[in-house]
């Protein structure tokens, strides 16, 4: 597990960047313009937690030709195009299932390529970003995900039982589309041996890929009778006692 600690002064905004699937017809630029124009923003930092592009290649299974509309390499070339100017407020990379099948097929990484060009730290499956303002800490676990689940009860539940693992104030995922904020409660002991209740937010980030759209011959959503996926991201605030806010830009 990556684990890193980042020093920062007075309000601190952090964008969640996943699921973009760029490639794909339903891919909406727009969303992913929107969250760039976060990152513009004073006093932000970002994160990426996986599958920015769709990656597959005619021989993966799910691979459908009548919903791709660019190959694979003008799809890493869209995103890192975009997010370039970006790198150096970047808290890490995710690699989502989507890099990494590519990944195991090929054994070529061009996400973990760029980040190492651009001095960006690829944070593998898991990682922990702790945040200190003053003698005051607070910790952030981060991952792709893994798993499925239609409904959204599933996928927090799944990530809930994960989260129970860590001793981390904030678990924040990509993945499931799902785009959820639960807040749990996490027990710990004081100095005097007892126990005592902290919150702890679970994040489910959103996508920026639509289904169901006007005109489609249905993709992967429409031909498993799935439910539209949740649109947007996730912005998390800090303030200097780092006490949290989580919103969602949801479309």
């Not at 922990?128 to 005051?136: A, E, P």
């Not at 011959?217 to 799935?226: H, P, T």
């Amino acid at each position: 597990m990556i684990q890193k600690e980042i020093e920062i002064k007075g309000i601190t905004r952090i964008v969640v960047i996943s699921d973009l699937h760029i490639g794909l017809k339903g891919y909406r630029d727009d969303i992913f313009d929107d969250m760039i124009k976060e990152l513009k923003k004073p006093n932000t930092l970002w994160i990426g937690l996986g599958d920015f592009i769709e990656g597959r290649e005619p021989s993966h299974k799910f691979y459908d030709a009548s919903e791709v509309n660019m190959t694979v390499g003008e799809q890493y070339g869209l995103f890192f195009e975009k997010i370039r100017p970006y790198v150096k407020t970047c808290i890490g990379l995710h690699p989502g299932n989507h890099e990494d099948s590519l990944v195991m097929k090929t054994t070529i990484n061009p996400l973990l390529q760029f980040c190492n060009e651009h001095k960006i730290t690829y944070l593998g499956a898991v990682a922990r970003t702790s945040f200190v303002s003053g003698d005051k800490k607070i910790s952030m676990m981060t991952a792709h995900g893994a798993g499925g689940g239609v409904k959204v009860g599933g996928a927090l539940n799944r990530i809930i039982d994960y989260a129970k693992t860590f001793n981390s104030d904030i678990v924040c995922v990509g993945h499931f589309h799902k785009l959820c904020h639960s807040i749990e409660l996490k027990y710990y002991e004081d100095e005097e041996g007892r126990i005592r209740w902290s919150p702890m937010d679970i994040v489910l980030n959103g996508s920026a890929l639509e289904a169901y759209m006007d005109g489609s011959y249905g993709g992967y959503v429409e031909r498993k009778l799935l439910q539209p996926s949740a649109l947007g991201f996730t912005i998390i605030t800090l303030d200097k006692n780092l006490e949290k806010s989580i919103v969602f830009k949801a479309y």
